[in-house]
């Protein structure tokens, strides 16, 4: 790697803490000589603590902005943008594409500030700060950094572990490294944040053991199809190890699933007992990157947003209508007609005459308590709902254009139930354990639907957790652990997946009992995609390789610092 002209690699945004400056958003950056921290600060527990506040929001604003769904859902094929986005949305995302390198960027910018922080605790934390207090800021470090690293081995594959980012510096020879080894550095990581993190949250929203060992579950669980060369078995000791870590979080870690699965993205939801750990936001005007932007681009729009509201072409996909139990599909596979008792639907997707009460709609004349309209003649869209709260008075003031303060979840205890369920089956072809049975149907009936009563399935599962978490960034990693043991079942759900245009219409407006879906007969290119081994994994952003040219070598092993 060679250094020139006054940038560093993976200099990124080494920001005071105390400062609350805004990133640059160039990811190679000059590394800071004025102030890179100030020798004062550190000394109580409040500054330590202050000194980890932006590691819960805004070195992770540029994945949460656009690149979560991107990646999140319109890869996996749970939605999709009719007009925009569409390298991630046909899968064919490039190193160009936008979402691809703001990602990058985001995690990479986590871990540095994270290996930052924690350089500067361990330098000037004063006798002023509690044991506690230190351990608790040193583990949130290597928390966020873990997490960050389980996004980049995930999307890209082999990418490089750095610990101590100031020593790039005099680096000339950084490689990337076996995603084995990575994987190995992120456990380690976060077995590391696990003993050093309190029980009960140390200020409200700050991560716990619980939610150390609640990650610790699901990267197990991720992790236990490496290396098994395409052989469909995982490693039955990852499997074990994320069982035990979710069971222990589920009996353990107080938490409750709400009631109410829509009750999870109505303001206000922060922090709620179902959160095992989200985004820190705040409605801050002025102060960007510390809000969550992305209810702006979700909103179908400006009618139930805030001078935003730019998510007019953003759908449910036929594929995802699919999933729902109770939507029967006819013999040609280009009409769905029916209804489901799913409530996650209604929280999750807008179909026409759907009522959302909580959200303002501006109409001729006045406004009115939501209503989705029903609109086109051969092709409209089923908005996303999930994260959209809608106007400033429906979100008690806190609601600006691009700037909203509610949280984005990072980790449900719903997940923790289906971590188990999928750990006990492991390698099986089914299970009737009654502890993964009950653990399942605690997320299946939650949502309105009877319980399962046959076995447990892989497929089951997946589509268990397709329907939970769609919207959240989630089913495109599914889809990776899945591509870890078997590559060809995950190449086949996706390369099944239809993500083109169709028509809604609802049998009464409003209220209606059920919906025919039409697929818009016109609209024959791009239903599909071919996802294969050349184009599975997020290629390195082409700015990266032409800054880091050792990115284009073999990847090495890495070895703890």
Known sequence: MKITNNKIFWGLCLFPVIMLSACKKAFLEKLP????????????DDQVLAGTGLLYSKVWFDYNDKASYNLGDFRAGTAFSAYND??????????????????????????????????????????????????????????????????????????????????LLLDTSLRKNTVPSVWKFIINDMRAAANGLTETPIRPGRVTKWAAEAMLARFYLNRSGVGSAGSGQRNQTDLDSAKYFADRVIKQGGYTLLQNYASLFLFPYDNNTESIFSLQWVYSPGAWGTQNSTPAYLAYSGDIANGDGWG???????????????????????????????????????????????????????????????????????????YVTGKAKDNGGLAAQQYYGHDTYMMRLAEMYLIYAEAELGNSASTTDAVAVDYFNK????????????????????????????????????????????????????????????????????????????????????????????????????????????????????YAQ
């Open 443 to 558: 997320v299946h009936t939650r949502s309105g639907l009877p319980a399962f009563e046959d076995p447990l399935t892989l497929d089951v599962i997946f589509k268990e957790r397709v329907l939970e978490f769609a919207m959240e960034g989630m089913a495109w990693y599914d889809l990776v652990s899945m591509h870890y043991y078997n590559a060809q079942k995950a190449y086949s759900i996706l390369n099944s997946q239809d993500r083109g245009l169709f028509f809604t219409a609802p049998n009464q407006f409003p209220n209606p009992t059920q919906w025919t879906l039409t697929k818009t007969p016109w609209a024959t290119t791009d239903r599909v995609i071919n996802a294969n081994s050349g184009n599975f994994l997020l290629p390195i952003p082409t700015p990266e390789l032409d800054q880091a040219p050792n990115l284009k070598k073999p990847a090495v092993d890495y």
């Open 312 to 386: 007019g072409d953003k759908s449910a996909t036929w594929w995802m209508m699919k999933q729902y139990d109770g939507f029967t599909v006819n013999a040609a596979d280009n009409e769905l007609k029916g209804r489901t008792l799913d409530q996650r639907l209604k929280a999750t997707f807008m179909l026409p005459g759907a009522s959302y009460p909580e959200i303002t709609q501006s109409i001729p004349g006045g406004e009115q308590r939501l209503i989705y309209p029903f609109t086109g003649s051969d092709n409209n869209f089923l908005a996303i709902k999930k």
């Open 33 to 44: 000589t004025d102030a890179i921290v100030d020798a004062s600060f550190y000394k109580t």
């Open 86 to 167: 569409r390298g991630n949305v046909l899968f064919n995302t490039t190193g160009d594409n936008l979402e691809n390198s703001a990602a990058w960027r985001a995690f990479f910018i986590v871990v540095a500030q994270s290996n930052l922080t924690r350089q500067n605790i361990e330098t000037y934390a004063g006798d002023g700060v509690s044991a506690t207090v230190k351990n608790q800021a040193i583990a949130e470090t290597r928390f966020m950094r873990a997490l960050a690293y389980r996004f980049l081995v995930m999307n890209w594959g082999e990418v490089p572990v750095i610990e101590n980012n100031t020593k």
